[in-house]
């Protein structure tokens, strides 16, 4: 149950509008459950209907994910390119080759736009986020439905997955590397670029909604990668993030529950 | 729920459903005729039921061509559960072709597929329908399973009829809005005539007491159009073959957008374009009215509210925020600390997909020989009196095994835990060793070249 009990941990970090949109891993393995195991060699009427549930429930998860995923991902494009305008729009407008140069005016717009981009940002790296949990819970779950009925549903099932909308997001990750460039260049130069310098302010961080679910998403992922039981050759290598301490120190200011 | 009195309902259910299913063979140009003849039989014959099953709303995934996906799935279908030739297809029943109906899976004509006398072909289906149906089937599937509706409030499965008939009806409505409204467009007029026969009617009592019927009914009409999609479309990637009122999931670029918002700026600006105006403009292949009008819906509140509605997600959840901490902290620093888990979140997650796939690549490497190598010795056992006859391997073949057996290779190096299956490591006295490098992928390596070679023997 540790990645049910994660998923779950996750979903109640996560922005409001999300929280219904992740994997049922749970009514998955009860229905698994249900389906008695491979020793049984004759397949009883329950079972059938159980696989069938299954596999119906699998497939309707998977649109789900899909039309979620799309749907946010065509938002993201649509505020990608909004943002961009808006940029031009204060270059032109307040720039120092604008039509109506003013420093002040220039700074403030670019300040209110760096904050939106930074959230922006976060926003499509838990869309992000939310595809690998969903894809990591299905690959769960196949696992534990071939190792009850001996069936061998997970590789074409995974293969089909991994085509799918909803996991391929390299534009999404491409969008998330053009709003980095853009902020690295609004930032100021820092000294060093590693978190742990903010170490010192850490009680004074502020805890916005996308910002939080950030935190609790790595921690997440790194917990989750800790190492299980099951470790085979289908398993992700532990992980380990270069910054554990500070993010960890994050949870403080933050009440999740992570242990 | 007893499953017992789960599958009554749905055997009540039955008539209507096949019906259904019916309806949208018969409209399939592609479906061959061996299972069209076998419709009939339906009631009896649990295979036809499992044909049925099959040939039911199937959609092929977004972007893969249909050939690559069959013979994936004509092995998971023959080896798939309670699917075995036949025989376990009584208790499936017949109305588990909607749960079959895998949006994921297309399905091709298979001789080798284990399923007596049936032939399964593709249909090329709408994805939203997909949905669609899975609440029709949710309202009586009566189980404690708390599916969130996807048009609806959040609630359990019983009891859910009302809401869920109100929200279908709107969604309904919603469609043949767009259709009335869209009549210049290139529309089937028999689809919005079967359509508006089926709406406007009085929708409820028909939901209300022949759900399936109805509600499955039109979507399958609606996936009928027999249309095999050309996957893999270059500019947008969707699955709706013409500009019908299909709720056809479109997935956007952002070069469609650009265009986009070309043509809506050509015509006077969010405000004033309208959809059918940018459609025409766009002049996009497979796009559809429908997909402009919830782009430009989406764009005008994007434009209309960037401030607020940008600034309203900054704020949200912020309890903890305040502007004297904000100010204690410096923005710049909170953001820049913000910005560096938000990348450190990025790049792990981009890390692990990566990861993900190759495990995966892997695994489907491994099977491939796995099974190559049965097939071998499957062959080795028939030709066990011509054992003496060597061939050498061809070298074609053997550039592709170098670069399986690598393939393999590099990823063992990085798991040592993974375990050698006993058939993969069988050696192959006939064939000098290769050099390889790393030991346990050499057994392997050397099978799957014992693979190729016999099956360069056999041609």
Request: aromatic content about 6%; hydrophobic content about 35%.
């Amino acid at each position: 149950m540790k990645f049910g009990k994660r998923l779950k941990q996750q979903i109640e970090q996560s922005l409001p509008e999300w929280r219904d949109k992740f994997l049922s891993y749970k009514e998955l393995k009860k229905l698994v459950k249900l389906i008695s195991t491979a020793a049984t060699l004759g397949r009883s009427m329950e079972d059938g209907v159980a696989e069938a549930e299954f596999i119906y429930l699998l497939n309707h998860e998977i649109e789900k994910f899909n039309a979620f995923f799309m749907e946010n991902e065509e938002d993201f494009i649509i505020r990608h390119k909004e943002l961009q305008q808006k940029m031009e729009e204060v270059i032109d407008k307040w720039g120092p080759k604008g039509s109506q140069p003013s420093e002040m005016e220039y700074k403030e717009e670019m300040a209110k736009i760096r904050k939106v981009i930074v959230n922006f940002h976060g926003e499509m790296v838990l869309l992000m986020n939310y595809s690998n949990i969903n894809y990591t819970g299905l690959a769960k779950i196949l696992k534990k439905y071939d190792k009850r009925t001996g069936g061998v549903l997970r590789l074409p099932f995974i293969q089909k997955v991994l085509e799918q909308p909803f996991f391929t997001t390299d534009l999404i990750s491409k969008l998330i590397k053009e709003c980095e460039t853009t902020i690295n260049s609004m930032l100021p130069p820092s000294e060093s670029a590693r978190i742990f310098h903010a170490e010192r302010d850490h009680q004074a961080v502020p805890g916005e909604g996308i910002f939080r679910n950030t935190v609790a998403a790595l921690l997440t992922m790194q917990e989750m990668r800790r190492g299980s039981s099951t470790y085979g050759h289908f398993s992700l290598p532990p992980l380990n993030l270069p910054d554990f301490e500070v993010i960890q120190s994050l949870q403080v200011i933050f009440p999740i529950q992570i242990p | 729920m007893p499953p017992a009195a789960f599958k009554k309902k749905y055997s009540e259910t039955q008539s209507s459903e096949m019906e259904a299913s019916g309806a949208m063979s018969r409209s399939l140009s592609i479906l061959p005729s061996p299972v069209k003849e076998k419709f009939p039989q339906l009631p009896d014959s649990p295979q036809v039921t499992l044909a049925q099953e099959l040939t039911s709303n199937i959609v092929p995934s977004f972007r893969s061509p249909c050939s690559s996906n069959q013979k994936m799935v004509g092995n998971l279908f023959s080896s798939a559960p309670g699917c075995p030739s036949g025989l376990g297809c009584s208790s499936l029943s017949p109305n588990t072709n909607r749960w079959m109906s895998s949006p994921f899976y297309s399905i091709s004509p298979r001789d080798g597929v284990s399923f007596p006398s049936t032939q399964l072909s593709v249909s090329i289906v709408e994805n939203n329908d997909v949905p669609w149906n899975v609440d029709a089937i949710e309202n009586f599937l009566d189980m404690p399973l708390n599916i969130p509706v996807q048009n609806g409030p959040i609630e359990t499965s019983t009891g859910i009829m009302s809401s869920e008939d109100r929200a279908k009806k709107t969604d309904w409505q919603d469609w043949t809005d767009q259709l009335i409204r869209v009549n210049d467009d290139a529309l089937d007029s028999n689809w919005s005539d079967l359509l508006v026969d089926v709406d406007v009617p009085d929708p409820d009592p028909k939901l209300l007491d022949l759900p399936p019927d109805v509600s499955t009914c039109q979507p399958q009409i609606h996936q009928a159009h027999p249309h095999p999609v050309p996957s893999g479309e270059s500019c947008p990637v969707i699955d709706s073959p013409t500009a019908t009122s299909t709720k056809a999931r479109m997935r956007w670029t952002p070069e469609l957008h650009e265009v986009f918002v070309d043509a809506v700026n050509k015509l006077g600006g969010s405000e004033k374009a309208t959809p059918k105006g940018v459609l025409k403009l766009m002049n996009v292949e497979g796009l559809t009215i429908y997909h402009v009008k919830s782009h430009l819906q989406k764009y005008r509140t994007a434009r209309f509210k960037p401030e607020s509605s940008e600034e309203k997600k900054s704020n949200t959840g912020s309890e903890m925020t305040s502007l004297d901490l904000e100010t204690t902290m410096g923005i710049t620093e909170a953001l820049r600390l913000q910005m560096e888990v938000q990348k450190q979140l990025h790049e792990q997650l981009e890390i692990q997909r990566n990861l993900q796939l190759r495990i995966e690549e892997q695994g489907k490497h491994l099977q491939m020989i796995f099974e190559q190598q049965k097939k071998m010795e499957e062959e080795k056992l028939r030709a066990l009196s011509n054992s003496d006859k060597h061939s050498e391997p061809s070298e074609d073949n053997h550039a592709s095994i170098k670069d399986v057996a690598s393939d393999v290779c590099i990823p063992v190096d990085e798991h040592p835990s993974k375990k050698e299956t006993s058939s993969e490591a069988k050696p192959c006295k006939e064939r000098a060793p290769d050099d390889r490098g790393c030991s346990p992928p050499m057994k392997r390596a050397k099978a799957y070249e014992t693979v190729t070679s016999g099956a360069s023997h056999e041609s």
